[in-house]
């Protein structure tokens, strides 16, 4: 009997592995159904499962996500951003409607670099880069039908709060809402804003709290952030082959979540001339102190710091090793905080994994410092600003338009 086990068993392994790699060659196909795809897929799977492989609910619905279309990224985006848990029949339940919402064709490659030179100036030519995400900001209107949409000046507007509140609260609502695909509109921006729109971070970090019963309000809002892309669908981030050093912008708005109470952190990274890595995002304490709101900000910031300067070193683009990294912050008393082990009177309660900013400082590896709030490029990451102020702080991150003759 031992020998007969010993025997099938390893006829299993191989049909579990030619079973296997049956399953990583089945890639979904440009004019494929998706339903098709994932019933072949869910069968693999089954079979699999008979020939004794122990594969998890979430490990099988990673591994079909994987094999879809690059068209489906904005879905697996919104499923990895959200920590949605779905079964195989509720994953094909929610990719079947988004196949007529995301489509089926490749996404092209959006983004394209261009070195170009103007004039000189002083017996100098500065060459620039550019990023362009134009086709992708495109395929995003015409996805939710707003290429012809009106146009609107800034992605969220000032003075207008978003809270619980206003979520559904009437049938007739509901109906209404439910015509409108709120989740892959979010997700769709998200992309978006991860790869050259830094602009609308805020924004998109703001709508996509509201995901799982969105109200009228929270639509009206992602609609706007629709229009100002179209209006700044031109707009690219630009970079000068000079200013090599990273600098770093930290900021918070005191308890802005009006459901929680919580502060909104936003972060900031610039590298030659342009931002490279930004972040906007609720705070998983709550401040007492508009203080302690920004010391935990300059602490998730100088974390981000410290991987940028390692980073940078291992490339061997910058030479970084003895250079701290300046983090500018617009709080004088968070400054002092993290440059003063002493524990101050506003600052005795907060939680001790919000000083290791002070032994980053301490190692040399970044430097904190004060900065005015009108030069603080972490400002619109944690609000809603007037057009003005918005404005100047696009030119300082150089999210521009850029004309070809650039």
Not at 114 to 131: E, F, I
Not at 149 to 154: G, I
Not at 331 to 351: D, F, L, M, T
Request: aromatic share 10%.
């Amino acid at each position: 009997m031992l020998s007969l086990k010993e025997m099938f068993g390893e006829q299993g392994r191989s049909a579990r592995q030619e079973t296997m790699r049956k399953f990583y060659n089945t890639k979904m196909t440009v004019g494929s159904s998706v339903r098709e795809h994932c019933l072949t897929m869910i069968s693999n799977l089954n079979t699999l499962e008979v020939l004794g492989a122990d594969i998890d609910g979430e490990s099988q619905v990673n591994m079909i996500l994987q094999l879809l279309l690059e068209s489906f990224k904005e879905f697996r985006l919104n499923y990895n951003m959200n920590k949605k848990i779905y079964s195989l029949s509720e994953l094909m339940n929610e990719l079947v409607p988004a196949e007529d919402i995301l489509g089926t064709s490749s996404v092209d490659a959006n983004m394209a670099e261009a070195s170009t030179s103007q004039p000189k100036s002083k017996g100098k030519g500065r060459k620039k880069k550019k990023k362009d995400f134009t086709k992708q900001d495109d395929k995003v209107l015409e996805r939710f039908s707003k290429q012809n949409s009106k146009k609107w000046l800034f992605p969220f507007k000032h003075g207008v709060p978003l809270s619980d509140d206003q979520r559904l609260k009437t049938q007739e609502e509901e109906n209404i809402i439910r015509q409108f695909p709120y989740a892959f509109a979010v997700g769709s921006l998200m992309f978006a804003m991860l790869c050259t729109r830094p602009d609308i971070c805020y924004s998109v970090s703001m709508v996509s709290r509201y995901q799982s019963n969105p109200g009228p309000k929270h639509w009206q809002v992602v609609k706007h952030i629709l229009k100002y892309l179209r209006r700044t669908r031109d707009y690219m981030l630009v970079y000068r082959c000079e200013d090599l050093i990273p600098i770093g912008y930290t900021d918070s708005n005191f308890q802005s979540d009006l459901d929680f109470i919580q502060s909104t952190s936003g972060c900031v990274s610039t590298l030659g001339g342009g931002v490279i890595s930004w972040r906007s995002v609720k705070q998983s304490c709550i401040a007492d102190y508009t203080m302690e709101a920004e010391y935990v900000a300059a602490c998730e910031a100088a974390k981000d710091a410290v991987w940028l300067k390692k980073f940078l070193f291992y490339l061997g683009v910058v030479k970084m090793e003895q250079v701290p990294i300046t983090l500018f912050c617009n709080n004088s008393g968070a400054v002092a905080q993290s440059k003063n082990p002493r524990n101050y009177k506003k600052g005795k309660h907060i939680k001790r994994k919000y000083h290791i900013i002070q032994d980053i400082i301490a190692r040399g590896d970044i430097v904190v410092t004060k900065i005015e709030s009108a030069n603080n490029l972490a400002d619109p990451f944690t609000k809603a600003l007037p057009q003005r102020i918005f404005k100047s702080h696009l030119e300082g991150m150089r999210v521009k338009l850029v004309h070809n003759s650039l």
